[in-house]
Every structure is written in C-alpha cells, then in structure tokens.
C-alpha cells in the first residue's frame, strides 16, 4: 500500500470518527432536548387537568392531543394500594376527549405497570413510557406523567380527596423527527466522506509529487555523482533537495578517496611484491637448497603470488569508480568457447558451451571475457567436476549462464556475495588465493555494460551466476572499396 493511499484512508477514517462523533452528540442532545420540552408540556398539562376536576370534575377540556385521566379515591381509603386501584375501589373521573370510550378498561390507567402505580401511590408521581392501545387496534406510545393529588373533585360533595392523575403524550412526533434526523445525517455523512476523499486524494498527491519528483531525479542519477536540480523557495521539499545534494558531494568526495587510496596502494605494493618474487624466483633456480629451504621459499612464493593478485585486484577495482568500456557487437559463442579452450586445458572436469550462433550483445569484449573467466574460476575453485556455460536469447536482452555442480553457498552469504572483500569462507577463500574482490569487479563491469548480476545457489548442490546484458544485431560486413 502506497503513502499517499495509507494518508487518504487516514484521513478518511478520521473524518468518519469525527463524524459519528458529532451525529451521536447531535442526536442526543436533540433527544434530550425534546424529550425535556415533553416533560415541561406534561407537567403544564398536569397543573391544568388539576384545574379541571376541580372546576369541573371532568378531563373533557383538555387538548386534542392530551391523554388524561383521573380515578378519584375514596375516602374511606385512606392509604390505598395498587390491588384496591386495580380492583375498581377508585371511581373514574370522565377521561380527555382524546381517549374517548377508550378511556375504559385497561386504558383507564393509560397502560401504566403495577409498578409505576406503586411509584405514585407512595412516591407521589412518577414520570414513565408506556403504550395506549386504541380501538382500531392501534397502538400510540405515550410518555406519561402520573402523580397522586389532593383537590376538591365538582360534584363531589365530600371537600378534598385523592386523586391519581395520569396525563400523556404521544412520543411519534419525537420520535419521527429523530428518524429522519438520522436518516438526513447519515446520507449527507456519506457525501460528506465521499467528497472529502475526493479533497483528500487529491491533496495528498499535490503534496506528494513533489517528493516523487525528487525520487524519480534521484533514481535518475547513474555512476556519475550529479546534483539534483535545485528548487526555488524555503518549503520542506527544497531543503530536502538541498541536503540530498550535500549528502552526495559528500558521498562523492568519500568515493574518490577510496578511489585514490586504492590506486596509490596497488602502485606502491606492486614494486615490492615483484621484487620480492624476483629473488625467490632466483634463489630457488640458481641456488642449492636445503628441502626445508625450498619449502620456506616455496611458502614465500605461493603467498608472493597471492599478494600479486590482489594488487592487481585492487588496481581492477580503482578504476571501477569510472570504468571505461569500448561497447560494440560481442559474439557471446565466441567468448564462451575462448573461456572453455582457455579452462578446459587445465580444468580435470568438463566444461560445455550452450548458446546460439547468432547471439551478440553489446559490450567490451575484453571486459566481457573477464567477466565470465571470473565466474569459471570461482567454479572450479568450489571444487565443481561439471560447469556449463548457457547463453539465451530473451528476445531485447540476453542472459549468460555460469552453472556448476559445486559446494554451493549457504543462503545467508548470497546477499552480500557481490560486496568488495567479502569471503564465504575466508579461511579456505585464502587457501585458494582469493582476494574476496572478484566479484565486486563483476558487478562493477557488468553494470558498466548497462547490466545486472545475480546468484542463484544451494549448499550441496551447485551455484547459477547469471549475467544480464543487451542484445545487439550482428554488425555488418564491410564492403571493399
């Protein structure tokens, strides 16, 4: 997953928490509110129905959309209980004209439980839910008030009495507009986060071209170390051009230091070493010599040799920095048949050659038969009895192939196989005379050629070093003038 989709599904799901988190808050305080309101119309309702029975001992009067009712206590019970309520000890004070004849029955105490009745007849009142089944069937919840009064009743002569005053109202409206609010939110939410994507992907990637600007310009950049372009301006892309630019004149500055080292020790080591080899070489044909003599001379000669070539190891790998090759039309049979001529003389196993006639690639062809005469030697270093040198054609590229049936290498070594002085096994690299640059010099030539490098291999089993490069048309003849 790329940078810039990860920031937008950040982005995105930050905006949808804030806003579920805004919805739940809006939602419920607009619940609050209304449900707070309904609360202060059913107690005004409340004082009002009170009005009434004592005026009129009737709830008629109240509004159209007023659920009232009342049950008058007699006195000759003066501490009521919920069963004397539901055993019809208390009269029915003719109900609001929203109940009608409905006012009867069960809903003469609009669908209260015992347990809320219990509430008002020892608490005094109590504010509860409930549900008002209608004649036609219907069923309206209702948000009640119910309290116990103590009011003169009209018509009834005995003075003050208590009363069970239950006045409601229908909870649709409330609960209808919270539905569509909802509805509403959640729809204009989801534009909201579809639009705000939108703004986000494209903001994102306004922010971010600039950086893949600055990756693409750095990729851009090949042996030759170059400055990237500058930009205009003190935003944080110019100061990243900026200290990428100074990054890489240092990185410059310390590669040509290595550069110098290594060409000046190589200069200064190979005048001593030929010398030294010189007079071993002249002790042991022009001298008479003791066995143990010859040995320690021989000892000298071997290890003489060994730094020889890693003088000229290192030479090779001095002008790696800004290798030069003379690229023309190679015929890659050729180089591999001089490798097989070249090995097959010495070599005790078998070394074959497997490419087409007409396979030709662009390169040096010096630097090319070093290239794969290093691959060879390295084989027959592994102890290989079989190497077989395989060239495809990949139609725009070529692949050469150095397979053999050798020790193999661990996998843990392949990825730094190609770094300079880097030995699998340096104890037995050294027996063997390796300077652990060979192949740091491989890579170099082959990425010079426009090409790449790389091993395939398993212990026991054999390594496969291939070698990627350019095809090329076979060049012309020359027409005699």
């Known amino acids: 997953m790329t940078l810039r989709t990860r920031i937008t599904l950040l982005t995105l799901a930050l905006l949808a928490f804030s806003l579920l988190l805004i919805g739940a808050s809006v939602y419920g305080t607009l619940r609050g509110t209304l449900y707070n309101n309904l609360r202060n119309e059913l107690q005004d309702a409340s004082q009002t129905a009170v009005t009434l029975i004592k005026n009129k001992g009737s709830l008629a009067d109240l509004p159209n959309n007023v659920y009232g009712t009342a049950l008058l206590i007699p006195p000759t019970i003066p501490a009521p209980t919920p069963d004397d309520i539901l055993g019809g000890a208390a009269f029915l004070i003719p109900p609001s004209a929203s109940l009608g004849s409905s006012g009867l029955g069960e809903n003469a105490l609009l669908g209260i439980s015992p347990q809320a009745l219990n509430e008002i007849l020892t608490a005094g009142g109590v504010y509860t839910s409930t549900q008002l089944v209608q004649p036609s069937g219907a069923v309206v919840p209702l948000r009640v008030r119910g309290q116990r009064v103590v009011t003169e009743v009209a018509g009834f002569p005995l003075g003050a009495s208590q009363v069970i005053l239950l006045v409601g109202k229908s909870t649709e409206p409330i609960e209808t507009l919270l539905h569509d609010f909802a509805q509403i939110y959640t729809a204009t939410a989801l534009l909201v986060l579809i639009f705000g994507g939108f703004l986000a992907y494209r903001l994102v990637r306004s922010t971010l071209e600039p950086l893949e600007w600055v990756a693409k310009k750095a990729e851009e950049i090949g042996d030759k170390f170059e400055e990237l372009p500058q930009l205009e301006g003190n935003n944080e ?72 070539k890693l003088v000229g190891d290192l030479l090779e790998l001095s002008q790696t920095g800004g290798w030069r090759v003379e690229l023309g039309s190679v015929h890659i049979p050729t180089v591999l048949y001089e490798i097989q001529e070249e090995y097959g003389r010495s070599f005790e196993g078998r070394i074959e050659v497997e490419a087409p006639d007409n396979l030709w690639a662009v390169g040096d062809p010096e630097r090319l038969h070093q290239v794969i005469a290093n691959l060879v030697s390295n084989a027959i270093k592994a102890n290989s009895t079989q190497i077989r040198l395989v060239a495809r054609d990949l139609s725009e590229r070529l692949v050469i192939r150095v397979e053999d049936n050798g020790e193999g290498i661990p996998p843990e070594h392949l990825p730094h196989l190609f770094e300079r002085f880097y030995r699998v096994d340096k104890a037995r690299d050294r027996e063997r005379g390796g300077s652990g640059l060979g192949l740091a010099i491989v890579r170099s030539i082959v990425e010079a050629h426009g090409g790449s490098v790389w091993v395939e291999s398993e212990p026991g089993k054999g390594s496969v070093f291939s070698v990627s490069l350019k095809r090329a048309e076979a060049p012309q003849p020359e027409l005699a003038g």
């Open 237 to 308: 892309v110019a100061s990243l051009v900026r200290s990428l630019n100074r990054m890489l004149h240092r990185l410059e500055s310390a590669w040509q230091t290595q550069t110098r080292f290594l060409l000046d020790a190589s200069h200064e080591l190979r005048t001593p070493v030929t010398a030294i080899l010189g007079h071993v070489g002249y002790l042991m044909r022009r001298t008479q010599l003791t066995p143990q003599q010859r040995e320690s001379l021989e000892v000298v000669a071997r290890e003489g040799e060994r730094m020889r």
